[in-house]
């Protein structure tokens, strides 16, 4: 069975400064890999998704990430952070079986 | 498109009580999920269907919990009875095909006192 690993709680970022969020899955086959963002108090919606082909995609609002094959891992990006970008990340990965979620990286950036 | 809907978004019952959760998933969808968000464990899968019919349920914590996806367009999570433990966040998500991805509701706060 898949499993998600994100390795950081909570990140602190000045607004400027570049994010990068780890993430690494346990699957042995081909995967799908997301990255889903939950503003406070709202719900799950959809970053970025992989599927095939170029391993760096880019998402929505400027957030990008990299599917690294060798290492399992999908990290998230973003050069410049907002005040905006507040929110909680969550990787995701489906294997062979639904979504399975990583506990999540919590994102405040201050002024 | 307007989304998944689920309802209610909040719920404050007691223990002992049967609470029922609804979600609308999005029309043409032929995937639901439902999911539990606590801050201990995350987000976890309870049970998801494919074209109405339960496909895993090995998710759901215990008898006290069931659901039924009557038809494409409506699907019901119960607990009954309730118990405080229950308390989190359920979310209900729907996709199209094996691959796309998913698309969630705004989710039931549920608070069981």
């Known amino acids: 069975a898949q499993s998600v690993s994100q390795h950081n709680h909570h990140v602190i970022l000045s607004e400027a400064a570049s994010l990068e969020l780890g993430c690494n899955y346990s699957?042995?086959?081909?995967?799908?890999l997301f990255w889903y963002v939950q503003y406070p108090g709202q719900h799950l919606q959809l970053l970025l998704k992989y599927f095939s082909g170029d391993p760096l995609v880019k998402g929505i609002k400027g957030f990008e990430a990299e599917f690294i094959k060798s290492k399992f891992s999908f990290n998230l990006r973003k050069p410049s952070v907002q005040w905006s970008d507040t929110a909680e990340y969550f990787c995701?990965?489906?294997?062979?079986?639904?979504?399975?979620f990583g506990k999540g990286t919590r994102l405040s950036v201050i002024a | 498109d307007a989304g998944v809907i689920q309802s209610p978004r909040h719920e404050v019952t007691e223990m002992g009580q049967e609470v029922t959760l609804r979600c609308k998933p999005i029309?043409?969808?032929?995937?639901l999920f439902w999911y539990r968000q606590t801050m201990m464990r995350g987000l976890e899968l309870l049970i998801y269907f494919n074209n109405n019919v339960p496909i895993d349920d090995s998710g759901m914590p215990e008898d006290r919990f069931s659901a039924k996806m009557p038809n494409a367009s409506f699907s019901t999570l119960k607990i009954q009875p309730s118990e405080p433990r229950d308390s989190a966040v359920y979310f209900c998500?729907?996709?199209?095909?094996?691959?796309?991805?998913?698309?969630f509701g705004s989710g039931t706060r549920l608070t069981v006192v």
């Open positions: 998500a729907s996709t199209t095909g094996g691959l796309g991805p998913y698309t």
């Open positions: 699957y042995g086959g081909t995967v799908n």
């Open positions: 995701a990965v489906k294997g062979n079986t639904p979504l399975v």
């Open positions: 029309s043409g969808h032929n995937s």
